[in-house]
């Protein structure tokens, strides 16, 4: 008998060993999960309202059972409490309340026993797995790693990782790319994420970090700091721009990354099955950087809208075609490596819309201004384009413009001002014939241009204002990259907010939006007074 238990002894650390060093996790996970299958097993046979503890020697393999019971004066839970004569039987001296331990003896475990334990012990076993595949991966974002090719399911690649199972999404590969059962790739680690089923590690070789990463590792002046990649776009499988500065003026960031006849880069085309990479050098000046980013295109001239957060590229009318690239491509990276929306006009274009402005604006200032055609041309020859300008400039400004005087500038600003007055007294009856109360009037940066755009929208009331979130009121437009002429379709991804157009920042957005709501606070403010006068009196 001494042998067989011995026997069982060993052989439950052993069990405990192996599944440990299979699994890679602490052996004590796996004493503490055996521990709890056997004081559950140990339940059923004495009852579950039973205190019942268990603990396996981790170093001998004894097991100990016993049950804890608490010493009251009056028992009223028989099966985890005594009385004080009968705890002396367990445990002399024992006072009321005392835990006292009442040993019991080894129990025989059937085949549902066994088959239930089991369980429990995989359970535990592979939620402490789980959570080592989590520890160990969650910090690892980022990271390239190689893995086999383990199935393919509805497009999707599980990946073998070894020590876990990663997922390459169909939105995550490069089209068009074959990968078999068995293959080795190399992948980055886009996200880690814990789930009910075990941490989910989502791969990816579309997202323009892998490339990076693939420069790190073929390009030493990366991997050391020397040379920095700043920006990156691709479009998987096709074409990729990378921006790239030196921090050593003696090296050339361009020439390191393109490596002798063009061994680094070619050794990161051929992962990227054929992906032609553009290598532009970076620069903090905006305008520069996308003259370079639009490159094998040449530019002419660049213009950068900043309220509007985009930017205007004029380039010959030869050049067109190759600053937009096939399907928009070229223009579509440029835009994705400088993060700003890029409009290509031509030459000729160019000179149209200029024309079709410098005549607007003329017209406008004649008709505003009441004054000639040569006047008008006069002040948007001089850079003028809206009576604001005009109304509160500097009047040494005005009045510095050849054929201009003092009296002339003064003269100007006044008509400038009664005009924007009429503006804003023709909006403020549009307003009012909308229905938009006096009380939006009140509210910080609205104008009464913005109160009517408000109201056609169906902005009237304090109330309707407050409810808004600060992106419906002044979220700015944005559209795709496109060449703006007669012929090209507008392709707004996004209307942007109500009042997208007037350049409002969303900190003056949420300024306005909280001014609206302070009425609701002032409400709840007399009633909370009366809710306290009326517990006083009672």
Request: charged fraction near 30%.
């Amino acid at each position: 008998m001494a042998t067989a238990i011995s026997a069982n002894k060993a052989e439950l650390l052993a069990i405990a060993d192996s599944v440990a060093k299979e699994k890679l996790i602490d052996k004590a996970i796996v004493i503490e999960a055996m521990e709890d299958a056997i004081q559950r097993a140990a339940k059923n046979r004495y009852g579950v309202e039973n205190d019942i503890r268990a603990k396996l020697d981790p170093n001998t393999g004894d097991l100990r059972l016993w049950r804890v019971v608490e010493v009251v004066e009056l028992v009223d839970d028989y099966f985890k409490q005594v009385d004080v004569n009968q705890a002396q039987k367990l445990q002399k001296g024992a006072a009321i309340g005392d835990f006292i331990v009442d040993p019991l003896p080894p129990i025989e475990f059937g085949r549902i026993q066994a088959q239930a334990s089991k369980q429990i012990i995989f359970q535990k076993v592979r939620d402490a797995e789980r959570e080592r595949q989590f520890d160990e991966f969650k910090d690892r974002m980022g990271e390239i790693i190689t893995g086999v090719v383990k199935r393919v399911e509805f497009g999707h690649v599980v990946v073998d990782l070894g020590r876990a199972e990663g997922v390459i999404r169909r939105d995550q590969q490069i089209p068009r790319e074959v990968v078999r059962v068995g293959d080795r790739v190399r992948s980055i680690i886009l996200n880690v994420r814990r789930e009910n089923r075990g941490p989910q590690i989502f791969l990816s070789r579309a997202h323009p970090d892998f490339m990076k990463k693939l420069f790190a590792q073929e390009v030493p002046e990366i991997y050391d700091g020397i040379i920095e990649i700043k920006a990156a776009a691709r479009d998987p499988g096709s074409r990729a721009k990378i921006g790239v500065i030196s921090h050593d003026s003696s090296i050339d960031p361009v020439g390191a990354c393109v490596g002798m006849k063009g061994s680094r880069v070619q050794a990161v085309v051929q992962e990227m099955q054929g992906e032609k990479i553009d290598i532009i050098p970076w620069s903090p000046d905006t305008a520069t950087f996308v003259v370079n980013a639009l490159q094998p295109a040449n530019v002419s001239r660049v213009v950068i809208d900043e309220e509007e957060d985009r930017i205007e590229v004029v380039v010959p009318d030869d050049q067109l075609s190759l600053a937009i690239g096939r399907r928009g491509q070229n223009v579509r990276l440029a835009s994705q490596l400088t993060a700003k929306a890029i409009d290509i006009l031509t030459e000729t274009d160019a000179s149209e819309k200029r024309q079709a402005e410098f005549v607007a604006n003329s017209e406008m200032f004649q008709n505003e201004l009441d004054v000639d055609e040569t006047l008008a041309q006069l002040l948007v020859a001089e850079g003028f384009s809206s009576l604001e300008e005009v109304a509160y400039v500097e009047l040494d400004e005005i009045a510095s413009i050849e054929g201009f005087d003092e009296e002339l500038g003064q003269e100007l600003q006044s008509r400038a001002q009664e005009a924007l007055e009429r503006r804003e007294e023709a909006n403020r009856t549009a307003r009012r014939e909308l229905g938009v109360e006096d009380d939006l009037a009140t509210m910080p940066y609205l104008t009464e241009a913005m109160l009517v755009t408000l109201g056609k929208a169906g902005i009237r009331t304090l109330d309707d204002l407050a409810d808004l979130a600060t992106d419906e009121l002044v979220q700015k437009k944005r559209a795709e990259p496109r060449r703006r002429n007669e012929d090209a379709p507008k392709r707004e991804q996004d209307k942007g907010g109500i009042l997208a157009e007037y350049g409002l920042s969303d900190e003056q957005g949420n300024e306005i939006i909280m001014a609206a709501r302070a009425h609701w606070f002032e409400d709840e403010a007399p009633a909370a007074e009366t809710a306290e006068a009326s517990e006083g009196d009672a």
